[in-house]
């Protein structure tokens, strides 16, 4: 198939990607390098970016080491001075605060927020300028299935993507005058390096129990990149406000 | 460490109303209070209340309430 002729494909597409050093965002990178798009990678380590950077096989790929909690009034504007305004963006910087809810602080849900709901919010707000963001444009969010279903320990985290999902609806419909497209995605378990530790912390029972959950079994992170692929190729154009579950059926039950 | 204190803690983050069912020699894991959230809520306990983060490997091997105790006091020490 010729890449005019696929409509999955992100030649030309200029797509910026935040948790890019890690899981399913670095996932998301390799992906969409695959797919022919020229990646601004983002996150807080750079050494990690780094080795996400050599992952790739294009060459006009750049990144950026970004704090996203301190993120400049300018940032986006600055960095589509530097690399050209963005065709994409893709959300996947999250962080997991296992604590039930007795112990939950005011505190916690902030950080937890903070890096998986307000600093995508922030950038989105950035994005809305057709400087920094083309018209016809895709916006992806890593939601997760704890925004659909409760599972013990993880309130401040399902709290923030539940956060995503509603977000994604208002901004979908608020964007599309410029067709621009808005959606999230919800993961069921992958095993990322943050789910390994997370299912090393369980008993051996608890772990069968969580892996039993999924009819077609753990996912890896690209089976979540290639719905994101989706999501920001010109093959999901009338998609928009939508949260993709990608789960192994955990939640069809 | 006070152990009658530290039983209080233990039956209240387990949320079990009657603590003198439990004693030094009582195995936690038995408890029918004891499941996934119940072992969150023993790890957020033991990091608020003694500022204690144990890895899971570690708390494995603690088997018993005075385990628990031994731990604690070695650690805080």
């Given at each position: 198939m010729t890449e005019?002729?696929?409509?999955?494909?992100?030649?030309?597409?200029?797509?910026?990607?935040?948790?890019?050093?890690?899981?399913?965002?670095?996932?998301?990178?390799?992906?969409?390098?695959?797919?022919?798009?020229?990646?601004?990678?983002?996150?807080?380590?750079?050494?990690?970016?780094?080795?996400?950077?050599?992952?790739?096989?294009?060459?006009?790929h750049d990144y950026k080491t970004t704090d996203l909690d301190k993120i400049p009034s300018t940032y986006i504007e600055d960095l589509a001075t530097l690399h050209g305004a963005f065709d994409g963006f893709v959300h996947s910087a999250g962080i997991e605060k296992t604590l039930p809810v007795k112990f939950l602080k005011k505190t916690d849900y902030e950080e937890v927020?903070?890096?998986?709901?307000?600093?995508?919010?922030?950038?989105?707000?950035?994005?809305?300028?057709?400087?920094?963001?083309?018209?016809?444009?895709?916006?992806?969010?890593?939601?997760?299935?704890?925004?659909?279903?409760a599972r013990g320990g993880v309130c401040a985290y399902a709290a923030s993507k539940g956060?995503?999902?509603?977000?994604?609806?208002?901004?979908?419909?608020?964007?599309?005058k410029r067709r621009i497209r808005v959606n999230s995605v919800s993961p069921g378990t992958i095993l990322t390096p943050m789910m390994k530790d997370y299912l090393?912390?369980?008993?051996?029972?608890?772990?069968?129990?969580?892996?039993d959950g999924f009819p077609l079994g753990i996912g890896t992170s690209e089976d979540v990149a290639n719905g994101v692929i989706y999501l920001l190729s010109d093959a999901s154009r009338w998609v928009t406000g939508s949260n993709l579950i990608i789960d192994g059926g955990y939640t069809a039950r | 460490m006070?152990?009658?204190?530290?039983?209080?803690?233990?039956?209240?983050?387990?949320?079990?109303?009657?603590?003198?069912?439990?004693?030094?020699?009582?195995?936690?894991?038995?408890?029918?209070?004891?499941?996934?959230?119940?072992?969150?809520?023993?790890?957020?306990?033991?990091?608020?209340?003694?500022?204690?983060?144990?890895?899971?490997?570690?708390?494995?091997?603690?088997?018993?309430?005075?385990?628990?105790?031994?731990?604690i006091d070695d650690a805080t020490k």
């Open positions: 005019s002729s696929n409509p999955f494909s992100l030649q030309g597409k200029h797509i910026l990607i935040t948790g890019a050093s890690s899981g399913i965002g670095r996932q998301c990178a390799v992906s969409c390098d695959r797919m022919g798009a020229r990646l601004l990678l983002v996150g807080r380590n750079q050494s990690r970016l780094v080795e996400t950077l050599r992952m790739l096989s294009g060459s006009d927020f903070n890096t998986n709901a307000f600093s995508a919010f922030e950038i989105i707000r950035q994005l809305c300028s057709r400087r920094t963001f083309k018209d016809g444009g895709s916006i992806v969010l890593i939601s997760s299935i704890t925004s659909l279903i956060a995503i999902n509603s977000a994604v609806r208002v901004m979908a419909l608020e964007l599309s090393a912390s369980l008993t051996d029972d608890e772990r069968k129990k969580r892996v | 006070e152990t009658t204190k530290f039983i209080e803690s233990f039956a209240e983050a387990l949320e079990i109303e009657d603590a003198s069912k439990i004693s030094v020699e009582t195995e936690f894991r038995k408890l029918d209070e004891w499941d996934s959230l119940g072992y969150l809520n023993i790890i957020a306990m033991l990091d608020e209340k003694y500022g204690i983060q144990i890895e899971n490997v570690q708390f494995k091997q603690l088997i018993t309430i005075e385990d628990l105790i031994r731990y």
